[in-house]
């Protein structure tokens, strides 16, 4: 059974505290990995898409990276606004969804 | 506006009552997903549809029933509504651009089931 599992839960941070939040995931064959931004009360909005190890993909204060068991997503110089619920998924036949970790920046 | 719409936004029924939630894109995404989104297990997909007509379980369908006669919409009835259907209801849909997948998600749904 495919499994995807995010670490921390959650992660408090001081504007400008660059960090790193974690992706782990089994699957049988990776077809894509996920990340999205889920705001209260909102959808998730898609943020990158990733297919083999040694990727990259960058938006602003965003990287997401692919390893063959895992994913990071960094956040540089993070600000009150990048504060939100990042959410990890894997696809083989169909998506598989991480808990999420819920990212505080605080001013 | 482009995207998609869904509606109700929020909802309030009772146990064993009929209700639908509906979903339209305004593209043409040949792939539409339900979800539902619970403290504890994250978003776990219900139903999925490859096209209009074209529909297939995903990973908790039970009480749930879906249809796709327009590739625009892909509504989602709980034929028999019960306390545990309590969640927050997310419809996406999928294309691919350039070789790579996005995934695009609804607004949601928040429904509670007394």
């Known amino acids: 059974e495919d499994q995807v599992t995010q670490s921390p839960e959650a992660l408090r941070l001081q504007e400008g505290e660059s960090s790193s939040l974690n992706c782990s995931y089994t699957v049988s064959g990776l077809r894509g990995l996920f990340w999205y931004r889920q705001d209260p009360g909102k959808g998730p909005e898609f943020l990158f898409t990733?297919?083999?190890a040694g990727e990259e993909k960058e938006k602003e204060r965003l990287k997401a990276t692919l390893t063959k068991k895992e994913s990071f997503l960094h956040i540089t110089a993070p600000k009150p606004e990048d504060s939100a619920t990042y959410l990890c998924?894997?696809?083989?036949?169909?998506?598989?969804f991480g808990a999420g970790t819920t990212v505080t920046v605080r001013a | 506006d482009a995207g998609i719409t869904q509606s109700p936004r929020y909802k309030i029924t009772e146990t064993g009552r009929q209700v639908t939630l509906m979903c339209h894109q305004t593209w043409s995404h040949s792939y539409m997903f339900w979800y539902r989104q619970d403290l504890g297990h994250g978003l776990r997909l219900i139903y999925y549809s490859a096209a209009a007509d074209i529909t297939d379980k995903g990973e908790v369908p039970d009480g749930y029933v879906v249809s796709r006669s327009k590739t625009e919409n892909f509504p989602l009835t709980l034929e028999s509504a019960t306390r545990s259907q309590t969640s927050v209801y997310f419809c996406?849909?999928?294309?691919?651009?350039?070789?790579?997948?996005?995934?695009?998600f609804g607004p949601g749904t928040r429904l509670l089931v007394l």
């Open positions: 990733l297919y083999s």
């Open positions: 998924a894997v696809r083989d036949y169909k998506l598989s």
């Open positions: 996406a849909s999928s294309v691919m651009d350039r070789g790579r997948e996005t995934q695009y």
